[in-house]
T-cell receptor, first 114, second 113 residues
C-alpha cells in the first residue's frame, strides 16, 4: 500500500529558530501533498496544498512566510516553520493523495517551541 | 460546501460491547465518506471508505459503516469492542475522489474492562 514517511516524529526547538519537517512518499509518486495542523483534542486543519514543481496553495489565515512549503520532487515535500514561537507548538501531519481516491497520512510531527 | 458533524466528543464502552460512533455529513454532490483512526502521537490510518456502490462498507479491525443517504449519515460500528480500539476516530467527507476531505472534530473512543 501507499506509505508516507514523515520525519522527525518529534522536535523541540528554541523560540526564534526554524524547524524543517519532511514528508516522503515511499512507494508512489505524490504530485500533491497536504499539510495539516492539529491542536490537542481537535480535528485536522488543512494548512496548505503542496504541488510538485509549483508554489503551494495556502488556506486562508495561514502565514505563508512563516510556514514555508517546498515540493521539489515527486516524493518529497517539506514544511519549514520559520522563526518558531511557542504558539506554533502543535502536531503537524502530512498527507498525500494516491490512486485518485485515497489519502495516506504520515505519522505526524510533534513540535514544541520553548 | 461540505461539512461533517460527529456527535459526541467521547464515547465510552465496555470491552466486548457494541461500538457506535456517529457521523452526519453535508454535501452538495454525492459524497465520498471516510473513517480514520488516530492513535496518540500518530498520523491517521484509514479504516474504511465509501465511494459508490454497496452502502455497507467493511473496513479493517472489524469495523463497518453504512451510508444512509436519506439520513445523511455514515455511522461507524463494531460488534465487540477491544481494548486496542481505544483511539481517536475521525469521519471525513469529500466531494469526489479528487477533492480534499473535510474532517469532523473527532470522537475519542474509551474502552474499559
Amino acid at each position: 500500500g501507499a506509505v508516507v514517511s514523515q520525519h522527525p516524529s518529534w522536535v523541540i526547538c528554541k523560540s526564534g529558530t526554524s524547524v524543517k519537517i519532511e514528508c516522503r512518499s515511499l512507494d508512489f509518486q505524490a504530485t500533491t501533498m497536504f499539510w495539516y495542523r492539529q491542536f490537542p483534542k481537535q480535528s485536522l486543519m488543512l494548512m496548505a496544498t503542496s504541488n510538485e514543481g509549483s508554489k503551494a496553495t495556502y488556506e486562508q489565515g495561514v502565514e505563508k512566510d512563516k510556514f514555508l512549503i517546498n515540493h521539489a520532487s515527486l516524493t518529497l515535500s517539506t514544511l519549514t516553520v520559520t522563526s518558531a514561537h511557542p504558539e506554533d507548538s502543535s502536531f503537524y501531519i502530512c498527507s498525500a493523495r494516491w490512486q485518485g481516491e485515497g489519502y495516506t497520512f504520515g505519522s505526524g510531527t510533534r513540535l514544541t517551541v520553548v | 460546501a461540505q461539512s461533517v458533524t460527529q456527535l459526541g466528543s467521547h464515547v465510552s464502552v465496555s470491552e466486548g460491547a457494541l461500538v457506535l460512533l456517529r457521523c452526519n455529513y453535508s454535501s452538495s454532490v454525492p459524497p465520498y465518506l471516510f473513517w480514520y483512526v488516530q492513535y496518540p502521537n500518530q498520523g491517521l490510518q484509514l479504516l474504511l471508505k465509501y465511494t459508490t456502490g454497496a452502502t455497507l462498507v467493511k473496513g479493517i479491525n472489524g469495523f463497518e459503516a453504512e451510508f444512509k443517504k436519506s439520513e445523511t449519515s455514515f455511522h461507524l460500528t463494531k460488534p465487540s469492542a477491544h481494548m486496542s480500539d481505544a483511539a481517536e476516530y475521525f469521519c471525513a467527507v469529500s466531494e469526489g475522489g479528487s477533492y480534499i476531505p473535510t474532517f469532523g472534530r473527532g470522537t475519542s473512543l474509551i474502552v474499559h474492562p
